[in-house]
């Protein structure tokens, strides 16, 4: 996505853009803050939004050169946000609000090749143990990774070896019975809402010979990223460009239970709430679910800022009873 939209940037409206775009200077030594956006209270009950409520939201703020462009977010044990770049970078973070004292950055050890394709880490999920899988979309394969940030194995799943260069596995979920589902972000033929998508019955590192399948999801958005609920249903975060300079983004979450994936088949999902571009949004690609004690659920989204001075990365906090969702 990146990629796509630096494209339309420089072909196009670049003179222009760079003319008014503020630039700041870089450092190599951390830091991280967040400013909390002013919400409207209109805004946090939106029925564009169905039974999601919008609680807070926050801009992220770093002078640190690597910062930015996260495309895929986890919950790690101890409350630890894990946002993880295309350009193979992480940030570990606490919840904004909280001390970021603890808070780091870094680089993954994908690979020692200089090409962005090697680096380009779109989605990722874990396990009980904090074991880490993660989609790599130039390379349309799966790296596994221990604790401490460490690859162990690697695969290129046939199912996925059409998926294209900038198309590919931009959201990745372990299931709850240790089956894994990726989705493609790029649509089949000339459609504008399905999707190819792989089911794998365990670790597809260990085993790459995943089954496909077809994601029927609203017409003209790409996953970007998923998460499963404590009931086992899936909420699907997707996103869609629809004015490239400045760039301006739409969103959708729909939600779909994985129970109802059959190999070869076609998975329908249900569209649950709208993140119309008059909310305070940008390229959403990061979301990550946390159960709360009432049975409710906390559900995050961080979006992919592109490292584009024009754009924003952004941490959205929003609240939702799952009973409530169909």
Request: charged share 20%.
């Amino acid at each position: 996505m990146r990629r796509t939209i630096a494209l339309l940037v420089l072909l196009s409206l670049l003179p222009l853009t760079w003319g008014h775009a503020p630039q700041h200077k870089k450092f190599k030594t951390f830091e991280l803050s967040f400013e909390q956006l002013p919400l409207p209270a209109a805004q946090r009950a939106d029925p564009r939004l169905g039974s999601f409520k919008l609680e807070e939201v926050w801009q992220a703020h770093s002078r640190t050169h690597s910062f930015g462009s996260y495309s895929a977010l986890l919950l790690r044990p101890g409350g630890v946000m894990l946002a993880l770049s295309d350009s193979g970078g992480f940030l570990e973070f606490r919840a904004p609000g909280q001390s970021q004292a603890e808070s780091r950055m870094g680089d993954l050890p994908l690979s020692k090749d200089a090409d962005k394709a090697a680096r380009d880490v779109e989605s990722a999920t874990q396990d009980e143990t904090g074991m880490i899988w993660l989609g790599l979309e130039g390379r349309n394969a799966v790296y596994r990774m221990n604790p401490d940030y460490e690859i162990e194995r690697r695969a290129s799943p046939p199912v996925m070896a059409d998926w294209g260069v900038n198309s590919g596995p931009e959201a990745l979920t372990r299931l709850h019975d240790g089956r894994f589902v990726l989705l493609r972000e790029g649509y089949v033929g000339w459609s504008d809402h399905l999707h190819q998508a792989a089911l794998f019955g365990g670790d597809p590192t260990l085993n790459p010979n995943g089954q496909g399948f077809t994601l029927d999801s609203p017409a003209g958005f790409s996953p970007t990223d998923m998460a499963q609920m404590p009931d086992g249903r899936l909420l699907i975060l997707m996103r869609r460009l629809i004015w490239p300079m400045p760039q301006r983004f739409a969103g959708r979450i729909a939600i779909g239970d994985p129970a109802d994936i059959r190999p070869g088949g076609t998975w329908k999902v249900t569209e649950v709430a709208r993140l119309s571009s008059d909310l305070p949004i940008d390229n959403f690609e990061g979301i990550a679910i946390a159960p709360q004690e009432s049975g409710k659920l906390t559900v995050w989204l961080i979006s992919d800022d592109n490292f584009s001075p024009l754009q924003r990365t952004l941490v959205w906090k929003m609240s939702v009873d799952p009973a409530k969702l169909p």
